[in-house]
């Protein structure tokens, strides 16, 4: 079945500083991979989404680019703020796949003000 | 719009004793699901439904109950609780198969 490891587990940067976050998927076949932001006390939030017909997406200062050869996708942040402190989940699916979501086991980013 | 209520927040319960959390969305989702967080690891799907009165097993269904009478609802029961189910629960609808998420709060469960 689809596996997918997410790095680094927690990751630390000055503000104004670039954060980047790296998954890699198992099953050839996925074919969505969608970016999840947890704030503390929360549930996750969709923040990107990206689908293997495309290397690169991006949404002001977060982008997200994949790799289907090699089989990873990484998120970028740019110009990090206090306010994107939170954890950070990616995952993979069959765009087709309904439920069968396999989650990273998360990241969580700190931002130093 | 309130989306996604999970009820309640937090619980603590003995082994051996049932309860039910509860979640409901104002959405008018077809689908919704139950996941469940553990330290270092991805959200797991214990069960989900595709519409009222269709529910379908996920990942991790051993030792939990669901039902989905109403759009709106959809409980998740846990028979007779074990330590191993002490997590973080969390319901998610969605309005297509396969499409964006929306997530509850949470509910945090211990059990002892």
Same mark, same amino acid.
């Given at each position: 079945?689809e596996?997918?490891? #997410?790095h &680094?587990?927690?990751?630390?940067?000055?503000e104004?500083?670039?954060?980047?976050?790296?998954?890699?998927?198992?099953?050839? @076949?996925?074919?969505?991979?969608?970016?999840?932001?947890? !704030?503390?006390?929360?549930? &996750? #939030?969709l923040?990107?989404?990206?689908?293997?017909?495309?290397? !690169?997406?991006?949404?002001?200062?977060?982008?997200?680019?994949?790799?289907k050869?090699a089989k %990873?996708?990484?998120? %970028?942040?740019? !110009?990090? #703020?206090? !306010?994107?402190?939170?954890?950070?989940?990616? @995952?993979?699916?069959?765009?087709?796949?309904?439920?069968?979501t396999?989650?990273? @086991?998360g990241?969580?980013l700190?931002?130093? @003000? | 719009?309130?989306?996604?209520?999970?009820?309640p927040?937090?619980?603590?319960?003995?082994?051996g004793?049932?309860?039910?959390?509860? $979640?409901?969305?104002?959405?008018n989702?077809?689908?919704?699901?139950?996941?469940?967080?553990d330290p270092?690891?991805?959200?797991?799907?214990?069960?989900?439904?595709?519409?009222?009165g269709?529910?379908?097993?996920?990942e991790?269904?051993n030792?939990y109950?669901?039902s989905?009478?109403?759009?709106?609802?959809? *409980?998740?029961r846990l028979?007779?609780?074990? *330590?191993?189910?002490?997590?973080v629960?969390? $319901?998610?609808?969605?309005?297509?198969?396969g499409?964006e998420?929306?997530?509850? *709060?949470g509910?945090?469960?211990?059990?002892?």
């Open positions: 079945g596996n997918v490891e #997410q &680094p587990s927690t990751l630390s940067v000055q104004g500083d670039s954060a980047v976050i790296k998954c890699t998927y198992s099953d050839s @076949a996925s074919n969505y991979f969608p970016w999840y932001k947890q !704030e503390l006390g929360k549930g &996750p #939030q923040i990107i989404d990206i689908r293997s017909n495309v290397g !690169e997406k991006k949404d002001q200062r977060i982008a997200v680019t994949l790799n050869t %990873h996708f990484s998120l %970028h942040i740019t !110009e990090t #703020q206090p !306010e994107d402190s939170a954890v950070y989940f990616c @995952a993979a699916r069959l765009d087709t796949g309904g439920f069968k396999i989650f990273g @086991a990241t969580r700190f931002v130093k @003000a | 719009n309130a989306g996604v209520t999970q009820t927040k937090f619980q603590v319960l003995k082994t004793q049932s309860m039910t959390l509860q $979640c409901a969305q104002d959405m989702h077809e689908y919704m699901s139950w996941y469940r967080q270092g690891m991805g959200l797991r799907l214990i069960h989900y439904s595709v519409g009222a269709i529910t379908d097993q996920g991790v269904p030792g109950n669901v989905r009478s109403t759009t709106e609802d959809f *409980p998740l028979l007779s609780a074990a *330590p191993s189910q002490t997590s629960y969390f $319901c998610a609808s969605s309005r297509e198969l499409g998420q929306y997530f509850g *709060p509910t945090r469960l211990t059990v002892t």
